[in-house]
């Protein structure tokens, strides 16, 4: 039977703390919205909520009854465990294994992290965390976010919430309440509306329990490696035996990992919108196998390869705001560009944030395929790169050839 969704507007700046608990809302909407939501998690219904990192599916999260309907309504896999959200470290310790005592590590970056986007794995006792939540993993995934809206929600509710992004799998997450309405309408009660999320992409997934006594970045997001870096190494000083982060794939393989999917995104397909996406390289080596191309010839091939799409065809582009590939497409007649800025190459937080928001909104524009440009694996370029990779069916390796050359130079002097 379909569902009237309901979207209510909720105040940000209404919300206050006095303490993690407690929240104080002094508008009306806002309050009315909060006390609402929580009483459908208590009818162990699901519900659309803000993070500052993307839309969350929300459940109540030592309910199995309630956390399967988070994974009948995404069409998630059954094995792809949740991320537990809570608002104070009381109910962190309540989760938690009784007499558990972090780590030393642990300790210092909820110190430094929470509430923020960082997610971290701690052991799972499982008369206390449903199977269904750590997908009979040993561990269990936890967050504190610092979105006013959802951290009142978890607080108002009184309860731990499980939270997948807002979104049927395989989709872009949404970052926006109008993105989770377009795909979740009619399934679900209710979406907090809260405006864009200031991350733009998920939480940064982090392993500390190893014996090595390092931290092992499962997947990129919006706490950096270097963020993580430097805050070990401003609390625990510049000692020898200082964990180190460690990036998968990057600074390690695991094949476990590869092979089940409590990696995001290993496993299963992600991040994919409805249109093909193609990711664009131009700087770095590319992976092995691509043939570089001049812009003009990967031009010809595009419009060759959709001979029969919409005349003219239409190709969206995410691309830095300056990049000069950007401007040489722009300038290439022939077909219709819709350009999605990313903003400044310098600035790839501006580009994490707007990454979905582009391919959610080109994808409802209507574009045939979408160009994606590659950023520098840096700060939130790697958690970028990460989600892009995924996304991206095909890739190209450009290179501004004498003639794209001369178009830009006319450019500049006009
Ligand atoms: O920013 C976020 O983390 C958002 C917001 C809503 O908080 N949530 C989110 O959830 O991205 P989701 O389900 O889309 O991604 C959570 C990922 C899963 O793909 C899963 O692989 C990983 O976290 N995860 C959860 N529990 C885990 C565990 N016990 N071990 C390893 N990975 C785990
Ligand atoms: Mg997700």
Same mark, same amino acid.
């Given at each position: 039977?379909?569902?009237?969704?309901?979207? !209510?507007?909720?105040?940000?700046?209404? *919300?206050?703390?006095?303490?993690?608990?407690?929240?104080?809302?002094?508008?009306?909407?806002?309050?009315?919205?909060?006390?609402?939501?929580?009483?459908?998690?208590?009818?162990?219904?699901?519900?659309?909520?803000?993070?500052?990192?993307?839309?969350?599916?929300?459940?109540?999260?030592?309910?199995?009854?309630?956390?399967?309907? *988070?994974?009948?309504?995404? +069409?998630?896999?059954?094995?792809?465990?949740?991320?537990?959200?809570?608002?104070?470290?009381?109910?962190?310790?309540? /989760?938690?294994?009784?007499?558990?005592?972090?780590?030393?590590?642990?300790?210092? /970056? &909820?110190?430094?992290?929470?509430?923020?986007?960082?997610?971290?794995?701690?052991?799972?006792?499982?008369?206390?965390?449903?199977?269904?939540?750590?997908?009979?993993?040993?561990?269990?995934?936890?967050?504190?976010?610092?979105?006013?809206?959802?951290?009142?929600? *978890?607080?108002?509710?009184?309860?731990?919430?499980?939270?997948?992004?807002?979104?049927?799998?395989?989709?872009?997450?949404?970052?926006?309440?109008?993105?989770?309405?377009?795909?979740?309408?009619?399934?679900?009660?209710? *979406?907090?509306?809260?405006?864009?999320?200031?991350? +733009?992409?998920?939480?940064?997934?982090?392993?500390?329990?190893?014996?090595?006594?390092?931290?092992?970045?499962?997947?990129?997001?919006?706490?950096?490696?270097?963020?993580?870096?430097?805050?070990?190494?401003?609390? &625990?000083?510049?000692?020898?035996?200082?964990?180190?982060?460690?990036?998968?794939?990057?600074?390690?393989?695991?094949?476990? !990992?590869?092979?089940?999917?409590?990696?995001?995104? &290993?496993?299963?397909?992600?991040?994919?919108?409805?249109?093909?996406?193609?990711?664009?390289?131009?700087?770095?080596?590319?992976?092995?196998?691509?043939?570089?191309?001049?812009?003009?010839?990967?031009?010809?091939? /595009?419009?060759?390869?959709?001979?029969?799409?919409?005349?003219?065809?239409?190709?969206?582009?995410?691309?830095?705001?300056?990049?000069?590939?950007?401007?040489?497409?722009?300038?290439?007649?022939?077909?219709?560009?819709?350009?999605?800025?990313? +903003?400044?190459?310098?600035?790839?937080?501006?580009?994490?944030?707007?990454?979905?928001?582009? /391919?959610?909104?080109?994808?409802?524009?209507?574009?045939?395929?979408?160009?994606?440009?590659?950023?520098?694996?840096?700060?939130?370029?790697?958690?970028? &790169?990460?989600?892009?990779?995924?996304?991206?069916?095909?890739?190209?390796?450009?290179?501004?050839?004498?003639?794209?050359?001369?178009?830009?130079?006319?450019?500049?002097?006009?």
């Amino acid at each position: 039977m379909a569902i009237h969704t309901q979207v !209510i507007p909720c105040q940000s700046s209404s *919300i206050s703390f006095a303490d993690a608990d407690t929240p104080h809302i002094s508008d009306h909407q806002t309050s009315d919205a909060l006390q609402k939501a929580a009483k459908l998690l208590h009818d162990l219904q699901v519900v659309a909520f803000p993070t500052e990192t993307v839309y969350g599916l929300g459940a109540l999260a030592l309910s199995e009854t309630a956390a399967s309907r *988070i994974f009948s309504t995404k +069409g998630r896999p059954a094995d792809n465990p949740l991320i537990v959200h809570v608002s104070s470290e009381a109910m962190l310790t309540r /989760l938690l294994p009784q007499g558990y005592e972090p780590s030393p590590l642990y300790k210092l /970056l &909820m110190k430094r992290f929470w509430p923020g986007p960082l997610t971290l794995l701690f052991p799972a006792d499982s008369t206390i965390i449903p199977a269904i939540i750590t997908a009979n993993q040993p561990t269990v995934a936890i967050r504190m976010p610092i979105h006013p809206v959802a951290r009142a929600l *978890i607080a108002v509710a009184d309860a731990p919430i499980a939270a997948p992004s807002a979104n049927s799998s395989g989709k872009p997450s949404p970052t926006r309440a109008e993105h989770v309405f377009r795909d979740l309408d009619s399934k679900i009660e209710l *979406i907090l509306d809260g405006g864009a999320c200031g991350v +733009g992409l998920e939480s940064t997934v982090v392993d500390g329990l190893q014996a090595d006594g390092n931290l092992r970045v499962l997947r990129p997001g919006g706490i950096t490696v270097e963020d993580l870096e430097q805050a070990i190494r401003e609390e &625990m000083g510049d000692s020898d035996d200082m964990p180190r982060v460690l990036v998968h794939r990057r600074d390690y393989a695991d094949t476990i !990992i590869e092979e089940t999917p409590t990696t995001p995104g &290993m496993k299963y397909r992600h991040y994919s919108p409805a249109v093909p996406v193609t990711l664009i390289y131009t700087a770095s080596p590319p992976p092995d196998g691509l043939e570089r191309s001049s812009v003009s010839s990967f031009v010809t091939t /595009l419009l060759d390869q959709h001979a029969s799409a919409t005349d003219p065809l239409k190709v969206g582009l995410l691309m830095p705001s300056d990049s000069p590939l950007l401007r040489v497409l722009s300038q290439t007649t022939g077909l219709q560009w819709v350009s999605h800025p990313l +903003g400044p190459v310098a600035e790839p937080s501006v580009t994490a944030q707007r990454l979905f928001d582009g /391919l959610l909104t080109l994808e409802r524009e209507g574009v045939d395929l979408i160009l994606v440009e590659e950023v520098l694996e840096e700060r939130e370029g790697l958690a970028v &790169m990460n989600r892009v990779k995924k996304a991206a069916g095909e890739s190209a390796w450009l290179k501004l050839d004498v003639a794209d050359r001369s178009s830009l130079l006319d450019a500049s002097r006009t």
